[in-house]
C-alpha cells in the first residue's frame, strides 16, 4: 500500500480558508500550522504575515513559533517523509547504523529532500514503538523490527 | 461456523504488521465460509509476541504469537478446530508474563474493544466517576490524597495535592490539562493506554474536572503519535453523544467537556509550563515558577495539568477506594507502576506491578536478558535524562527515593537495555547532543553547555588532552545541574555523570574518574 503525498499548491486563499477554519477555539496557532502543513507540506513564508494578522501578532511573533517546532518545515517536503528513530531504544538495537545506510542509499543527510523531490529523510527522536525497536515512520505508517532488508524495502518504497 | 478473534490495532502491533495480519484473516474466513468476528483491540503489552492474535473459547481467550500473515491460513483451521498449533500460547490469563503482574491501570488494555463504550462500562468503566459524584468534590479530592499517587509523569508529585491546591483557588475558569508529550525514549504507557483504553482517561479527567472545579479539559498529544491522537478523538466523540462530556455529566450537576491538541516535535514541550505556552499558542519556552501551574496556568488560569498514567490512575482508585490502591508499593512509592521494558531486550513490552520489585528482577527475569543474547551491559532508566545503571547497582527497588539515592530516577517508567556492544562515550555524547537539539533556549547552561558538551565528549573520545577534558566535561555538568531551570538542562548531566561513572574505561579514563555530580 503506496499512500503518496499530495499536497496542494500554495495558495492565500485557500491559506486564508484555513486560518478562518481554525481561529474560534482557544490557542489557535498550533492547529492553524498543522493544518496548513497538512495542506501544502510545509509553512509557507508568505503564510506567517496573514496568521499573525488572523490572530493580532507581530509577525516576528509568528516566525517565532514556526521556526521553534521541529515539525514545521520551512521548504516543501518530498513525496514521500521517511522518518527514522534515533533515540536510545532504537539505538541499542542498531538504529544508528541503519541511519547511515539510508542516508547512503538516498545520497542524502538526515533533513534532506533527494533532488528528484521524491523522499524526505528526517530524524525522529521515538516514536513509542521502543519495545519493537528499530522504528521508522513512512508517510505516518509506523515499522518497526527494522533491519538491513526491512529498510531498504522501505528505502525502496519512498523512492516510487 | 462462527468465531470472535482479537487482533491488536496499537501503533506498535501495526508496526509489526498487525494489519496485514487482520486483512489476512478477513480473507481467510471469507474463503473458508466462517463468519469471523475481528475485534481490533489494544495491546496486552507483551510486545515481542506481537502480532498477538486471541481467540475467544469457551474456556476464555487463547492466545497465538507472533503471527505472521503467512501462518493465517493453518492457523485459523487450528483455532476453529481447538487443535495445537506451532505459535499456541495457551489461555491468555495464564501466560506467565501476564500473571505476573498487578494490572490495575491497565486493567482493561488489550481486553476491551477500545472504540466502545459499552464493552468500557461492562467491564467496570464509570464506577469511579459515579463514586466521586455520591462522595462530591471534596471527598474525591481526599480520596486521590489518600490513595498516595504521585505522578506518573517523572517528577512524581503528589497529584492529590496539586488537585488540592488548584480545588482551593476560585476563578471564572479552571482547566485540566493532560500531558500525552510523553517523548522519553523507552516509554510508550501513554500511547498504550489511549490506544487501548482511551474512555479510562477521560473518566480521569472528568473526575479530576469535578473535584477541582474545571470545566474544561485539553490533552495535547505529541505529534509522532497520530494513531493515539485518532483513537481520543473518535472516543471523545463517543463519550460526548452518550452523555458523559458537555453539559450536565453522566446526569450530574457538572459540565465537563475536553478537546485533543498535537504536540510539533518539541521533547521540552512536555515540560509542564512549556506545554502550556505551546497551547496557548506560542514557542514551547518554559515558565519560571512560581506561579506554579495550580494558581495561574492555562491562560492564567488555575490548571490541573498531569500526566496521561496519573489521570487515567484516578478511575481504579476512586472505584476500589484509596486504601484498595495504597496497599500496594513501597515506602512513599505507593501503588503500581506501569514500567515499559524496552531496547535490546528479549521480552519487550509494558509491565505492570507495584513499587519494589528489583531493577536485575526487571531485567534479567522478565526482560529476559537482552534480544542479541549478548550480555546486558548497561540500562537507561527514565528516558533520556535517566541515568545509565550498570550491573553492580540491579538491586535497586523500583521506588522514586531508592532510585535518587543511587542519581537515577524512574521518571516515566522506562527502561532501555543495551549489551556488551554499546559505547558509554557515545551515549554520554548522545545525551548531550539530544540536549542542544532540544533546549528551549532560556538557561546559558543548557542552551551552550550541551553543545559544548558535545564537543568536549568528542574531544575525550579522540583523546585530545583527555585528563583535562574529563575535569571540563564534569565542569559543565555541575553547571548545567546547578544553573538550568529545568530538568532538561539540569538532568542531562544523570546520564552523562553515570556513563562516566559506571563506565569509565570507555572514556579512555584511567580509574574511576569521579564520584556523580551532587
Ligand atoms: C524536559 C521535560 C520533559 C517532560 N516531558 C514530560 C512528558 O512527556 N510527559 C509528562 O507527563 N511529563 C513530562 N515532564 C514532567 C512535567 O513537567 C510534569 O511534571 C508532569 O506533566 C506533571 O504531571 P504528573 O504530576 O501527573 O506527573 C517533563 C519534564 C521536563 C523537564
Ligand atoms: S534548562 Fe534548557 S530546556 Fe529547561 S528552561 Fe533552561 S534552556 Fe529551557
Ligand atoms: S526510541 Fe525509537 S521508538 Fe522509542
Partial sequence: MIVVNSYEPWSAARAAEIIAAHTGGEGPALPILHAIQAAFGYVPEAVEPMIAEALNLSRAEVHGVVTFYHDFRRKPAGRHVLKLCRAEACQSMGANTLVARAEAALGIALGGTTADGLVTLEPTYCLGLCATAPSAMLDGRVVGRLNESRLDRLVAEAQR | ??????????????????????????????????????????????????????????????????????????????????????????????????????????????????????????????????????????????????????????????????????????????????????????????????????????????????????????????????????????????????????????????????????GAGAYVCGEETALLESLEGRRGVVRAKPPLPAHKGLFGKPTVINNVISLATVPIILAEGADAYRDFGMGRSRGTMPIQIAGNVKHGGLFEIAFGVTLGELVDEIGGGTASGKPVRAVQVGGPLGAYFPRALFDTPFDYEAFAGKDGLIGHGGIVVFDDTVDMAKQARFAMEFCAIESCGKCTPCRIGSTRGVETVDKIIRGDEREKNLVVLEDLCHTMKFGSLCALGGFTPYPVMSALTHFPEDFGAQAPVLAAVR
Fill in chain 2, 1 to 262: 461456523m462462527s468465531a470472535r478473534i482479537f487482533i491488536p490495532g496499537d501503533a506498535a502491533a501495526l508496526a509489526v504488521g498487525a494489519d496485514d495480519v487482520a486483512a489476512t484473516f478477513s480473507a481467510a474466513a471469507q474463503a473458508k465460509g466462517v463468519s469471523l468476528d475481528i475485534v481490533r483491540n489494544g495491546s496486552r503489552g507483551l510486545y515481542w509476541l506481537e502480532p498477538m492474535v486471541e481467540v475467544e473459547t469457551a474456556q476464555g481467550r487463547i492466545a497465538y504469537g507472533p503471527v505472521e500473515a503467512e501462518d493465517v491460513s493453518a492457523l485459523l483451521d487450528a483455532m476453529l478446530a481447538g487443535e495445537p498449533h506451532p505459535l499456541l500460547l495457551g489461555p491468555t490469563e495464564d501466560i506467565p508474563w501476564l500473571k505476573r503482574q498487578t494490572r490495575l491501570t491497565f486493567a482493561r488494555c488489550g481486553i476491551v474493544d477500545p472504540r466502545s463504550l459499552d464493552d468500557y462500562r461492562a467491564h467496570g468503566g464509570y464506577k469511579g466517576l459515579e463514586r466521586a459524584l455520591a462522595l462530591g468534590a471534596e471527598a474525591t479530592v481526599e480520596e486521590v490524597v489518600q490513595s498516595g499517587l504521585r505522578g506518573r509523569g517523572g517528577a512524581g508529585f503528589p497529584t492529590g495535592i496539586k488537585w488540592r491546591t488548584v480545588a482551593g483557588t476560585s476563578a471564572d475558569q479552571k482547566y485540566i490539562v493532560c500531558n500525552a508529550d510523553e517523548g522519553d525514549s523507552g516509554t510508550f504507557a501513554d500511547r498504550m493506554i489511549i490506544e487501548g483504553d482511551p474512555f479510562v482517561l477521560i473518566e480521569g479527567m472528568t473526575i479530576s474536572g469535578i473535584a477541582v472545579g474545571a470545566t474544561r479539559g485539553y490533552l495535547y498529544i505529541r505529534s509522532e503519535y497520530p494513531h493515539a491522537v485518532a483513537m481520543m478523538e473518535a472516543a471523545i466523540r463517543t463519550a460526548r453523544e452518550a452523555g458523559y462530556l458537555g453539559h450536565a455529566v453522566a446526569g450530574s450537576a457538572f459540565d465537563f467537556d475536553m478537546e485533543v491538541r498535537v
